[in-house]
């Protein structure tokens, strides 16, 4: 199986980040197609594609669509995600800087259909690249009536703002970007269903529609092409296409576009294959639980990688060969969770510096066994015990990696020194 | 983890209103663009991180105490909340930093790829630790979490750019590039920023403004004069 190129169809395009380049392929057809649509049947063209939401969680995208109140009692809200921070993922990035107008046009439908007049696509401070793209494109659209008042003479008004973030993990998470939006500390917000919905209360208490940019992106080619095209792709609860960035110890990494329930091996052969020997592979960014490569003969689509006991999360695909210590690469990922922690939830902040400590303690010599099971005791008390998922997130790789490499961390500790690192001086005698 | 937050000095100032205004530095360049973006949402609060990449870009690549309350002042809040949001995003600069910085990514993919071996080699380099400036108050050395350009570790966030695929060699040809020129700087990253959030007739309205300003300045002066 090769790519499979919705997204990136006309990404090699010489241009298409211009407005002419991308009409002349068919840009902006999927607007003028919708707004002759109703609201309802672009809802249910969505909601047909089985499109699910590509930012990590995997939530049918339609059912957000659905969910926003039908009538205009309140300013409606789209909120494009584009604030890309998960380890290992570099999607979002790519889409913005090499595709701008494709994911512009999704955000128009997606207002089209749930009723909003604004938009907002948050992006992360450091893409300053990727913005400017974004506001060179946004200014295309305005001039050509895309967006503004009465677009294309419908009726409909659209305007989209751009809100640059400041460098924090956290406001990738809907409701801490909803603070972050609103100008506050990026925290995350109760959830449902100890709170309502972001597509009843969002932004300012009004509905709002949170969708990643990939996501968004898809928008055009189903509305198009319609909605049992995009399902007849994949499998039948994953349907469609994914973009994965691999990276990491491989020949070509990159971003490659894939049928979902591809065969992960073959996922890895398209970037060039495995730098050395393949030891592990974290098919979705830095959050999900490692998969060890002889676990690695699954399929990459939601419910088979689950099954595998990991996940398909926002698609940041890292390949480890046999030279990285898992001991060493854990402790980097409860770094990052430690400094990206905001600080709300007191498992979440607490725990991720104590397991820092841990795994300071045995990488620098002074481990004990009873540390192994200390961490995987500070992973069940963090877990599920927060108000957004950073938390569990911090938990599950290091809970996956004592699971398929407690030898490592055992041989850690008795030794005071790396098993891999061990293992390589010794091939160097 | 490893930075505090640094709280700095508590400016004296009981109340910040219309009665009691601080010492404004804003140029008329910067009001004008608040005053746009405040347009983009419906509460004034909601304008606070792009009023604090403004204030990043006026006084000089961070924000010192007075700043924040100019911020306050101009958004209609108190000295605490614009504090507590801009302690709370690692790229406002809460302490000064050199002209550029060099921003290391050293998370997972890096961490295998040499992200490590790239920041001891530009310590080494430049003669500081990470979280240093140079005597010269040239560059900042800073290790950050992902940049989120994987498939080109390691990565350097440099400004406005990213630079990939770095080698010592590259380094080496960069840090000479970037001492001659006045791009990627700390302040100009913030006006980039900036800018990304302003349309282009809302640009074009500024520039008009300004003109309208500086004519009406200069027409005061020949008055003056004659």
Request: hydrophobic share 35%.
């Amino acid at each position: 199986m090769a790519e499979l190129k919705v997204l990136f169809k006309d990404i090699d395009v010489p241009g298409i980040q211009t407005l002419e380049v991308y009409e002349q392929h068919g840009g902006y057809s999927a607007l003028r197609k919708a707004l002759g649509m109703t609201r309802q049947q672009v809802i249910d063209e969505v909601k047909a594609s089985g499109l699910r939401g590509r930012g990590g969680a995997g939530f049918p995208a339609w059912i957000k669509w659905n969910g926003i109140p039908k009538d205009e009692s309140q300013p409606h809200y789209v909120q494009c995600n584009a604030d890309e921070g998960e380890p290992g993922t570099f999607k979002d990035r790519e889409l913005m800087m090499r595709h701008p107008h494709q994911l512009i046009e999704g955000i128009i439908i997606a207002g089209y259909a749930t009723l909003s007049k604004m938009g907002y696509i948050y992006i992360r401070g450091e893409y300053t690249e990727p913005a400017r793209v974004m506001r060179r494109a946004i200014d295309e659209a305005y001039r050509a009536g895309y967006l503004g008042k009465n677009i294309l003479g419908s009726g409909v008004d659209f305007d989209l703002y751009i809100h640059m973030g400041a460098g924090s993990y956290e406001c990738g998470e809907e409701s801490a970007m909803m603070s972050s939006i609103m100008g506050e500390r990026g925290q995350p917000r109760l959830k449902f269903p100890h709170a309502p919905l972001p597509t009843i209360a969002g932004l300012w208490n009004c509905p709002t529609l949170i969708n990643n940019v990939e996501t968004l992106s898809c928008v055009p080619a189903i509305i198009r092409n319609g909605g049992a095209w995009y399902a007849s792709m994949g499998t039948e609860k994953s349907t469609g296409t994914k973009i994965f960035s691999v990276s990491g110890h491989v020949n070509k990494p990159g971003n490659y576009e894939v049928e979902m329930g591809t065969p992960l091996m073959e996922l890895l052969e398209l970037a060039g294959g495995v730098k050395g020997k393949l030891k592990a592979v974290i098919p979705g960014g830095s959050s999900v639980p490692i998969l060890p490569a002889e676990k690695c003969d699954v399929n990459l689509d939601y419910e088979s990688l689950q099954a595998a006991g990991t996940m398909l999360g926002s698609g940041g695909f890292m390949v480890l060969n046999d030279t990285v210590c898992i001991v060493r690469f854990m402790r980097r990922t409860a770094a990052f969770y430690a400094h990206e922690s905001c600080g709300k939830c007191t498992p979440c902040r607490e725990g991720t510096r104590w397991m820092v400590k841990i795994f300071d303690r045995i990488l620098a010599g002074g481990g004990r066994m009873e540390d192994i099971d200390l961490l995987l005791d500070i992973c069940d008390q963090i877990d599920g015990r927060s108000y957004c998922a950073l938390g569990d997130a911090a938990a599950w790789p290091i809970r996956a990696s004592i699971k398929h490499y407690r030898h490592e961390y055992e041989f850690f500790i008795k030794h005071g020194h790396s098993m891999v690192e061990a293992q390589r001086y010794s091939a160097a005698v | 983890m490893s930075e505090r937050i640094q709280l700095g000095e508590y400016p004296r100032v009981r109340r910040i209103d219309e009665k009691h205004p601080p010492e404004l530095r804003f140029s008329q360049k910067a009001v004008e663009e608040l005053e746009r973006i405040k347009q983009h949402y419906p509460t004034k609060r909601a304008a606070m991180l792009p009023a604090l990449w403004i204030a990043q870009r006026e006084y000089g690549g961070y924000l010192p105490p007075e700043a924040l309350m100019e911020v306050a002042y101009r958004l209609g809040t108190s000295y605490a909340v614009v504090q507590g949001v801009a302690t709370f995003y690692t790229m406002y600069n809460k302490r000064p930093v050199g002209r550029v910085m060099l921003e290391v990514c050293t998370n997972l993919t890096c961490s295998i790829c040499g992200g490590y071996e790239i920041l001891r080699y530009l310590e080494q380099k430049l003669g500081i630790k990470v979280g240093e400036t140079t005597p010269d108050g040239q560059f900042t050395l800073m290790e950050v979490e992902c940049l989120n350009d994987c498939g080109n570790a390691p990565v350097m966030q440099v400004g406005n750019r990213y630079f990939g695929n770095l080698t010592p060699e590259k380094i080496d040809a960069l840090i000479e590039q970037l001492k001659q020129s006045d791009e990627h700087t700390v302040v100009q990253l913030a006006d980039t920023i900036v800018q990304c959030h302003l349309s282009e007739s809302e640009r074009q309205d500024i520039e008009r403004a300004l003109e309208k300003a500086q004519s009406a300045r200069e027409a005061e002066q020949d008055g003056r004069d004659g």
